[in-house]
């Protein structure tokens, strides 16, 4: 097993060096985030439109897509992962297109896929693969390249596994604990056992959905006030802040202690998908460029709620994000009066 580079972008330079851990962005600089994301997949979409099929082939998953995004709001996003057999070649080939870079292990086992059918009435899942789980050295040698990568940029996201038997949860737990102690803000975006274990190894902010919360037990039902106790454990097990998404309704967050409803302007809707993983990528952009929490949350609302217009993930234009960031309100939950 051998670790590769891929992706666009040349090897970095002097003038856009990534700052040290912990390290505030200068004028000069390109900021950057690695993504930790164990298992990408392969995407292969038939699009019924028209009269003659299409076939349309992407490197995805959850980091590939936060890493896209990050790209193109402007951050020097380096993707940490496995990529094995066939599927992973061709992975490695597209990549080769995206904005953003990437450092891979290869792996014994193939990488994920699958295959979906999409027309005017949504899609269908044709068939899939969730991969091949990793090997010990694979998972070590994966994690010292996520270190690595994790204390030059300052500022990391943790992607979830495609399947929860791939990748055991003390990984996430021991390169959260190895790059907190060095200065490294950790954004996770997690659910289930390994959002436990990263919590464990203490995290800057979790970014997890409602549903997560309320599958994991963490929450009775999707209500205010549950999701507002379940966000204040989370703080309580080692999240610095938390942000829990809620599909179309205002996010929570609880920020610094303090606890807000995220308001962003509603759009029309195209594709539901996605708008977690932009959301999380749009935070942590912000975060590498030195801003402010409240900054940062505002961002990353925008990009969810721009995800949703469009059909391809982690797409959404960082001039929209932007202008509808300014949309964005953090009201304070105690002057709402939601919880009773």
């Known amino acids: ?200 190894g203490g995290v800057y902010l979790i970014k997890v959905s409602d549903d997560e919360l309320v599958a994991a037990g963490r929450a009775r039902d999707d209500s205010l006030p549950e999701l507002v106790a379940a966000a204040r454990a989370l703080r309580a097990e080692g999240a610095g802040s938390v942000v829990v998404s809620r599909a179309e309704k205002p996010a929570v967050a609880l920020l610094d202690g303090e606890e807000v409803l995220v308001e962003a302007p509603r759009l029309e809707l195209a594709d539901p998908r996605g708008a977690g993983d932009s959301m999380t990528a749009a935070v942590a952009a912000m975060l590498a460029r030195g801003a402010g929490l409240a900054d940062a949350v505002r961002m990353g609302a925008a990009a969810g709620a721009v995800t949703v217009t469009r059909h391809g993930l982690g797409t959404a234009p960082a001039a929209a994000v932007a202008e509808l960031a300014k949309r964005v309100r953090l009201v304070s939950l105690a002057e709402h009066g939601s919880l009773g």
């Open 1 to 200: 097993m051998t670790a590769t580079d891929g992706g666009a972008g040349e090897a970095s330079t002097e003038s856009d060096r990534a700052p040290e851990a912990g390290e505030a962005p200068v004028v000069g600089q390109v900021p950057a985030v690695m993504v930790y994301s164990p298992s990408p997949v392969l995407t292969v979409t038939i699009e019924r439109q028209g009269a003659v099929p299409e076939l349309h082939l992407h490197a995805g998953g959850q980091g590939v897509w936060q890493a896209r995004m990050l790209a193109g709001l402007g951050i020097r996003a380096v993707l940490c992962t496995t990529l094995g057999g066939e599927v992973g070649r061709v992975i490695s080939a597209l990549v080769a297109a995206e904005a953003f870079e990437m450092r891979a292990v290869t792996s014994v086992g193939s990488s994920g896929w699958y295959v979906h059918d999409r027309c005017e009435d949504g899609r269908r899942e044709v068939a899939g693969h969730a991969g091949g789980p990793l090997d010990r050295h694979e998972i070590d040698e994966l994690g010292s390249l996520a270190l690595t990568e994790g204390l030059r940029a300052g500022v990391a996201v943790f992607a979830g596994p495609t399947e929860p038997g791939l990748v055991p949860p003390s990984t996430y737990r021991r390169l959260a604990a190895d790059l907190r102690s060095n200065g490294v803000r950790v954004v996770a975006d997690l659910a289930g056992v390994h959002l436990a274990a990263a919590l464990a």
